[in-house]
């Protein structure tokens, strides 16, 4: 009966992500906006609303085991690919004083603004929660930039290699890397039941993971992929190889108490930067990832939602969160561009890119709710922050460059 119930589960959830993928792919968004709208859709805003008997029976809380283990894994293959771009980004180190003011300038500003309205939403947070880890964590949800949705909307548009499409995305690159660190920073103050030692004992068992994986497994698997995967495309003995080394990071993540997508993320970080290893693991990892397992995760996500966030003071708090989220990230960012020297329609464009936040803000605020620094009312807000600031990017980018774009894109 349980398998019976997980496969009727992933077939109404791949066919709903699906088909909200379609109906946003043709009104000129990114699927994966339509895809993570599919999991507020199967969530009890909308189905539990609608079909409230079907929907507790076919997501039961005793029912969710076997999707949450496949959705964790969906999430761990993504945060590798994740490691994996990151470190190919060239632009990065080409522009490193633009990117740094960008990215920096467009951290600090939403940042700022979350710890400013921290008390304003410190009621929603679940009892027992310091304010401290709950106003730190506030921060870095709202100072997030999704990296993989930015380089799409910059590839479909033809403007990825326009001089403020590479400063974006090296921004980007940038806030990611130091969003995480902060993120891991909070999950491991809010973690350590022991207070201030606590954090001490999870920093160093942090110091011990990354020694580990930076010391032994990158050299391991550098002469690993140099001697039996020469030309950046490893047979299915090293893809296995890839795999454990893997899921040992994310169980290391686990075991010092942080969340298994750090380890995930340190791991794609420790390869060797190979553009050809890199295309060739995306396309083996990411059709999988991205069209079965990651559906699952937003459906997970969905399930977490609340309908009493559109309702009374609360409804109010989440336009307060919307708002500060896109003036934080546009003004953050254009500011950053314009003291690099670019101009006010670059600079604002910049902005608007570092504005989407995507799937990766989702994945930020689903490691809060499971560490319990937020509760499905905020929650639910911060995920209707994603979606919101992440559909607002493409127009603004038409918005800011107008014509100048097809022009941009044929220069470069």
Known sequence: MSTTILLLQLI??????????????????????????????????????????????????????????????????????IGLELRSQRGLRAQFKAAGSVGLMSMAVPALLGLAIAPLLQPLAPAGVGFVPFALFIAAALSITAFPVMARILKDRGLALTRFGQLSLSSAALVDVIAWILLALVIALAGAGEGYAGVLRIGGGLVVMLLLVFGVLKPAFAWLLRTHAPDGEPSTTVLGALMIGLLVCALLAEWVQLHAVFGAFVFGLCLPRDDRLLRSLVERIEPISIAVLMPLFFALAGLGTTAGAFSGASLGLMGLVIAVAIFGKIAGGATGARMAGYGWRDSLATGALMNARGLMELIVIKVGLDAGLIGPELFTMLLVMALVTTAMTGPLINLCLGRRAPADARVA
């Open 12 to 81: 109404v959830i791949l066919v709903t992500a699906r088909g909200c993928g379609w109906l946003l792919r043709h009104i000129g968004q990114p699927s994966v906006i339509g895809e993570m709208a599919a999991g507020v859709v199967l969530g009890p805003v909308v189905m539990g609303a609608l079909l409230p008997e079907w929907h507790a029976q076919l997501f039961s809380k005793a029912s969710l085991a076997g999707l949450s283990s496949l959705s964790t894994l969906g999430l761990v293959l993504f945060m590798f690919v």
